[in-house]
């Protein structure tokens, strides 16, 4: 019994935290109001014909699978294979009992069916990238009890593009672009925009994330100091804070998933509050 306590009262904190924090969100402007503050209305949002996302009951459940990395590799070789595939064809990154188990969940919350030999996703998705934006945001609301929205598009004369995911904790914006392909998939004029993006809509906090947990350190990291060293900002040292996870001054981030996205946000959260004692 005692060995439970700690791990209990541990949970119990967290949900504390979190419903001060949704609190508080209720007592400061929506995220409607604090964008028009910043001159930006939002145009569209959450798109639904792309997502891969199972009935509302079973929401919850796939959340919590989509913790997993070996999970969501799995969903982006699904997506790729869709209209048929066979469990080899996305055995790539788990072992085959783990991917059959995955399958026979996919199953059962009605994402994949069966085809004659094999299998085929229930419906047509372009890509995970949706999806992927989706989890993030839900982790924002889910485990750090801010408003969030995904898949954002404004009217914006200069600067367009989506915005993957902004947040409200407080009174403050948090951006972060949303990467699902590997980093040999990135190039220079997609950090450019994010760039653009941040200096456009000046959020407290952007974030710049990779669902990978390859090293940053190798092409993304150099890749944003090419581009700093372009523009004017008075921020533009690269700082690793641990891993593969790095700090431009104090509000601009960049992350991957190794370890896993839950855990490099609260890193992200954990910075930004401590900054001024840091």
Known sequence: MSDDKPSDELAFLRREVRRLREALNDLTPGIDTILRRRGFSIYKKEPSEDILIPRSKFVDGYYLMLHKYSFRLLLR??????????????????????????LEYLLRIGLVRRKAG???????????????????AEIFRREYGAEAAWGVKFKRPKVGGDYD????????????????????????SEIAAFLDRVADLSPE??????????????????MFED???????????????ER???RVGDRLFIINSKNSIVSNIGVVFQWYFRRDGA
């Open 244 to 246: 593969e996870l790095f």
């Open 205 to 222: 906090v952007a974030v710049f994330l990779m669902d990978t947990e390859l090293r940053m350190k190798d092409k993304i990291v150099p």
């Open 165 to 188: 995911v902004i947040t409200k904790f407080d009174n403050s914006l948090l951006y972060a672009e949303v990467k699902s392909s590997p980093p040999k998939q990135i190039y220079d």
């Open 77 to 102: 070789d699904v997506i790729k294979h869709q209209d048929f595939f066979s469990t080899g064809d996305v055995t790539r990154y788990s072992t085959a009992n783990v991917t059959e188990d995955y």
């Open 118 to 136: 094999g299998y085929r996703l229930a419906g047509h998705i372009k890509s995970f990238g949706e999806t992927l934006e989706w989890y993030v």
């Open 227 to 241: 581009e700093l060293g372009r523009r004017s900002s008075r921020d533009k040292k690269i700082v690793r804070i």
